[in-house]
């Protein structure tokens, strides 16, 4: 049995999905997403938050946020690079939400790539795995937006990932700082934080 059904799942989320349409089998994957999730958390420490609601409002709903936003802003076929993927967060998700995204998750710690590679092939998703750190990538390889979310030293992450946006793309970030001349949305929720996003972020910064 699911740990939620995709019906509490589907009224978690709604704050952080508003009238957005979802792909019919969103609430399916997600729920299977979050079993996936608490049974490799509970011998690897893939997040600190266990308890199943908050994972679903923290994690995947402030995910989806940004993944909605993002849908505004990117033609389908984009390219998507979560640096410090993590459990997946919140590239999983914007995977999920808009499947034409071509998303890839870096995450050079081996038992959490281990990780990625499971929910990806449990959730038959197309979503790439790089299990190696981001400056090994080829130097020239670019994305039409980089997603950070959680990572250590934030303001290094930031700086090595500006290197990653393609021109006229995106760096966005989700953290409790607000990030000065750029797009900043208040996350929905009882929890402070920020969806932030920077359009066509240089290197130097």
Known sequence: MATL??????????PYLGPSAVPTAL????????????????????????????????HFGESLF????????MAAG?????????????????QLLNPSLQVTLAESQGKKASFLREAV?????????????VDAM????????????????????IA???????????LVTLSTEVTPGSDCIPLPGDA???LTLVRGCPPTQ
């Open 5 to 14: 059904s995709e019906a509490r799942i589907a009224a978690l989320l709604e």
């Open 27 to 58: 609430y399916t994957q997600l729920s299977d997403y979050l079993d996936l999730l608490l049974k490799w958390n509970a011998r690897t420490n893939l997040t600190a938050i266990r308890e199943p609601e908050m994972i679903v409002r923290r």
């Open 66 to 73: 940004a993944a909605r936003h993002l849908a505004e802003r």
């Open 78 to 94: 984009s390219t998507l690079l979560d640096f410090g993927s993590g459990a997946g967060f919140p590239g999983l998700p914007i």
């Open 121 to 133: 092939r449990t959730l038959h998703l197309p979503t790439e795995i790089w299990a190696r750190r």
């Open 138 to 157: 080829e130097s020239g390889r670019r994305f039409s937006a980089v997603t950070l979310r959680a990572v250590d030293n934030m303001r290094q992450a």
């Open 160 to 170: 090595d990932a500006s290197l990653r946006v393609a021109p006229g793309g995106w």
């Open 192 to 194: 402070p934080g920020w």
